[in-house]
Each structure stands twice: as structure tokens, then as C-alpha cells.
């Protein structure tokens, strides 16, 4: 499995990204697809996470602002990211999980700043 990640880059406080991303191999049904983030010398956390049902979860500090959508056909997974902070600056991961094993993409740096 290789996931694809794109959409980061450099916004103001308040502005808003869309990061998408993209599996491509022996991709399973069932699978949970997620994002992920680092901020700068920090652990790596999670954002959000949704199941092939559609089923969502997401960190308290980013609820209300961020959205996590899936294209289950395209094998793609989005995350909306509105209203955004400084303190969302971090490189952001996309993960895909499912039975046979975990696959993390290359990272996308977001930045929020002025």
C-alpha cells in the first residue's frame, strides 16, 4: 500500500486547507483510513479517523473545525480544515489501517501563521 498525501502549504490565522490523500495497492475493504499530526517537537497525535462505514472520530481540539471525508471508490480521504490556528501548524500524515498491517504516507507540512 502507498498513500499519497497533498494540500498543505502556508495560511493565515482564520484561513482555511484542504489536504487530500490517495491509497493506491492492496487495498481492502473494512479498512480505517486517518490523519495524523506533528507539530514541531512534539509526539505525533491524531486528528481524525474514518471507517469504511463512515463512522468519524475526532481530537477535542480540532471538533467544529475540521471535517474528515472519504471517497471510498477513489480510495481517498480528506480533511477539511477550517477556521484554522497557529497551533495547527504541524506535519500532517495520512494512515491507513485494515487487517493485514498500518501504512503511513509522507507527511504535508501546514503552517498557520501571520
Known amino acids: 500500500v502507498q498513500l499519497q498525501a497533498s494540500g498543505g502549504g502556508l495560511v493565515q490565522p482564520g484561513g482555511t486547507l484542504r489536504l487530500s490523500c490517495v491509497a493506491t495497492?492492496?487495498?481492502?475493504?473494512?479498512?480505517?483510513m486517518a490523519w495524523y499530526r506533528q507539530p514541531p517537537g512534539d509526539q505525533r497525535e491524531l486528528v481524525a479517523s474514518?471507517?469504511?462505514?463512515?463512522?468519524?472520530t475526532y481530537a477535542d481540539s480540532v471538533k467544529g473545525r475540521f471535517t474528515i471525508s472519504r471517497d471510498n471508490t477513489a480510495k481517498k480521504v480528506y480533511l477539511q480544515m477550517n477556521s484554522l490556528k497557529p497551533e495547527d501548524t504541524a506535519v500532517y500524515y495520512c494512515?491507513?489501517?485494515?487487517?493485514?498491517?498500518?501504512?503511513w504516507g509522507r507527511g504535508t507540512q501546514v503552517t498557520v501563521s501571520s
Open positions: 494512515n491507513l489501517n485494515q487487517y493485514n498491517g498500518q501504512w
Open positions: 495497492g492492496g487495498v481492502y475493504r473494512s479498512n480505517t
Open positions: 474514518i471507517a469504511y462505514s463512515g463512522t468519524t
